[in-house]
């Protein structure tokens, strides 16, 4: 099992491009999320989805878009990227909402800087 | 809004000291999770605390969920380097099944 993994590690985009951070899971997990880690900060969630074809905003979700067309892959798109934007993005994975038992699974990260 | 504060932001300590953050939520909550997250690392699930009360041990770490399920701490006996790392609690949102609210870590850092 590769558990969760995610591309790219590292990314540098300028003001106004686009780009799509890619997650995917292999423990057929319906709840997956993404987080962005900002310092000093705890996690913050920006998008989640409860199953394939079911997605809703977290905390933070202005600037992003996401779809989940299968149980694996969760995308997450910047649309126009802003600086504000920098920052550490983590997807994750479980097997039952957070009201439940709920361990979460996450990937490596991403690190985006944005000029 | 609903808020999860964790205290303090950082720790240094001694190799072979102790080491405790606390977390204070704003809301009850029906559970609280800890994490670790090594330097350059992703977070890693340590446990899940449910019963009001609840005291969980693994090895030299010891969690408390309080009896008001509105506060935990994570106790680390005799530190040890492998310790170093950020510790985050975090519990769910009051009104929804599938967000979790987290603490802004308490980073242990082990003196030279």
């Known amino acids: 099992n590769a558990g969760v993994t995610q591309t790219p590690k590292f990314q540098v985009l300028k003001t106004g491009q686009s780009m799509t951070l890619q997650c995917a899971q292999d423990?057929?997990?319906?709840?997956m999320s993404w987080y962005r880690q900002d310092p000093g900060m705890g996690l913050r969630l920006i998008h989640y989805?409860?199953?394939?074809?079911?997605?809703d905003q977290g905390e933070v979700p202005n600037g992003y878009n996401v779809s989940r067309s299968t149980t694996e892959d969760f995308p997450l798109r910047l649309l126009s990227a802003a600086p504000s934007q920098t920052s550490v993005y983590f997807c994750?994975?479980?097997?039952?909402?957070?009201?439940?038992?709920?361990?979460?699974?996450f990937g490596p990260g991403t690190r985006l800087t944005v000029l | 809004g609903q808020q999860v504060m964790q205290i303090p932001q950082y720790q240094h300590v001694q190799e072979g000291e102790d080491f405790t953050t606390y977390c204070n939520s704003s809301?009850?909550?029906?559970?609280i999770q800890w994490y670790k997250q090594r330097p350059g690392g992703h977070p890693v699930f340590l446990i899940q605390?449910?019963?009001s009360g609840e005291v969980k041990k693994q090895k030299r770490l010891t969690f408390q969920f309080g009896e008001a399920k509105k506060n935990s701490s994570l106790h680390i006996t005799a530190t040890q380097t492998t310790d170093v790392g950020t510790y985050f609690c975090?519990?769910?949102?009051?009104?929804?099944?599938?967000?979790?609210?987290w603490g802004a870590g308490t980073k242990l850092i082990i003196k030279p």
């Open positions: 994750a994975s479980s097997s039952s909402p957070v009201s439940s038992y709920n361990e979460q699974f």
């Open positions: 975090a519990g769910p949102h009051k009104n929804s099944n599938y967000q979790l609210i």
């Open positions: 809301t009850t909550l029906s559970n």
């Open positions: 989805s409860v199953g394939a074809g079911i997605t």
């Open positions: 605390l449910v019963k």
């Open positions: 423990m057929n997990h319906e709840y």
